[in-house]
């Protein structure tokens, strides 16, 4: 709900959350108040400044020695009238720097209008507030589009030249939001290939803190999303502010703490986006960034965050569909790709449940390795002899799923020596190589035909369901007309336009070395990402516990794969590896062909669980119930009678002290029964051990093991109770005692490192 008062006051309310602003009598707007939902009046005189003399070395805004912009809280910041904090914007004209001074002239509230980027949910209401500098010659247009039901709110700007001369946009945030001075921390999520999301929390001091990127994507860096939050904010209380970007580029986002303790937010492009010229006439739009606030912790923002991401970013073709399970070919095969390989594969698939096989890199060109042929997006005849609509034939009712990376060129290809002007480069250097790889210049109009004609082939000419679009390195060289960065990112959005409307069925997936673009831009075209090229279960704990900060599990996607594991040579047993893929979207990577055959039973089983609880997995409501030396995630289905517990233990100990885990989001009232999942125990984890009561001659691994371990077929522990759900939540329910060391029996709870389980919790009528 949006609402203007008599006393020029906007007050923008969700379900749970207020933000308000005034207009100020010079014209400025000063930021009210932003947090849990109030009662408002159409006068709010508790929460305007009351400034009575000048704070000193502070500058009047005009002749009114106490009014200085410095020390309000605002709206939007300009440069040069006072106000020295980090601006908003700043702008050039000429040769000269420009003092910038946007004042409220009017505002109206409309259905959201388009941006014309991103395919977001339309008709939000959106209240557009107009502000001008006269002097210039330009207006500033604030969007505030209120998403009551998620509980947040996306701002966004554009600048419009107004006056007779051009003008030039150094830097222009898309959102600024000024708190009272208070202590806060800031969240941020950082990292690299492979250790994307590393969780950093560090008090808000004096200065700024940035995070952002510069290599052309979002990045794995520096993920887009911030949280500023009070010190002693916890899952379940405190206060909690996030803010994303919907963009897929560079981005700077910060915080900044003024001498007096005003604590300012900044996020928006990055200033190497830009500059950009406007011309008489011209407008610029700057991305939207997506704001919420919860009081009542970490839990409840990431709440916002998933409904809004799945009610309001993701394709709206794809909301709330079931996501497949998938097999990916890449860490099965790398780049051997073959029909015969792609058929056994994909068929063993389907007798394990999977359902949908993936033919990762390596099936087109000459590409045998990671040197050659991007951009000969043909199928090469040597591996799959009776093309990708063959293959999909040979794989009977195993849809299809491919991997291209369109915006990359190799120089060993056929494209590269037909159009080496197509790729991006500083004329007179020497390119710079990243996987042995350039980039494709997206902001020139024949190389976007080219794409969106290479992938409506491919499309066309076999019946695949899936793309998964990778982009496997960032973008260098770059001496280009202006707005390079910027206008790169709009080419490939208006490529993925085309593509995702002309193929509104094909799931697309995207991936940049795994989490190097995992941003809301993306995910409005395609639903799902590849968090990391880390499946290492133990670090995916890591990064799927901070992922879910702010997005939803159903968009990320998390793989099964071989052990050990390809990325760590860590070693963890299969079911602990489902266990945290299942929190996700899950899929397999490893080479089932090769699986014995308990893992296959296994596996069945674990595809034929996610599949009924699938709903549950992708779309429920998820609580991070410890991130601690012990993990422990639940997710809850809608209607709150169905609900999953895992249980992750990272190092064991002897005598590992006992656990009452406390849930979350259960039916106070209702009763539910919970039931460890059982699932095998290889007699070899055992070692040695097994001595003690089996006769020494039986060589570990030998014959007489192996057959021992499937005529025993040991089980995780059997534990089953029927509770109220309030006791469930508030006094929580205490496992089997664990043990390392005791040897083994069907009443403890064997927990080794990396080890898990998960607790199914369901709603009954009786105590049975
Ligand atoms: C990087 C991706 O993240 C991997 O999953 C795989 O698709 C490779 N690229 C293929 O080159």
Known sequence: MITKTEHGEFHLHTKETSYLFRVLPTGHLEHLYYGRRVTTQTRNLALRSKLTHAYGTTVAYDTTPEFSLDVLPLEFSGFGKGDFRHPAIMMTQGNSLLTTDFRY??????????????PLAQNAPTLVVTLQDAVIGAQLLLYYTVYEESDVITRRCALVNTGNSDLQVNSLYSVMVDFMPSDYCLTTLTGTWGQELNRHTQPVTAGTMTVESLTGLSSNRANPYICLHEPHCTEQSGVCYGVNLLYSGNFQAGVQVSPLGFVRLFHGLHPSTLPLTLATGERFDAPEAALSVSHSGFTGLSHHWHDFVNESVLPAHFRYAPRPVLLNSWEAQYFQVSEARAISLSQTAATLGIELFVV??????????????LGDWTVNHKKLPHGLSGLATRMKDMPLGIWVEPEMISTDSDLYRAHPTWVIQSLGRKPSFGRNQLVLDLTQQEVRTYMIDVLTTLLTEAPITYVKWDCNRPLTDVTAPQGFYHRYVLGLYEVLTVLTNRFPDVLWEGCASGGNRFDLGMLSFMPQIWLSDCTDARERLRMQSAATLAYPLSCFTAHVSDSPCHQTLRQIPLQDRFHVAAFGVLG?????????NEER???????????QYREVFQYGRFYRLSTNDKTIWQVVSENQSTSIVGFFVDRVTPQMPPDCIRMAGLKPDALYRVTAMRHPLPLRVFGSLIYRFVPKNIKIDGVAHKTLNRVMNLQTEAQQFVAYGDILMYAGFKPKQSSAGAGYDQQTRLLLDSSSRLYLVQEVTEET
Do not use: C, M, N
């Not at 397999?588 to 014995?596: F, H, I, P, Q």
């Not at 039973?601 to 599949?611: D, G, L, N």
């Open 360 to 373: 990762d890199d390596g099936w087109f060109g000459k590409r045998h390795d990671d040197t050659s042929s």
């Open 588 to 596: 397999y990577e490893l080479d089932v062909t090769a699986l014995t």
């Open 601 to 611: 039973k296994q596996v069945t089983a674990q595809v034929r669980f996610y599949q």
């Open 105 to 118: 002239i009017s505002s109206e509230i409309v259905p959201k209008p388009s941006a014309g980027w991103l």
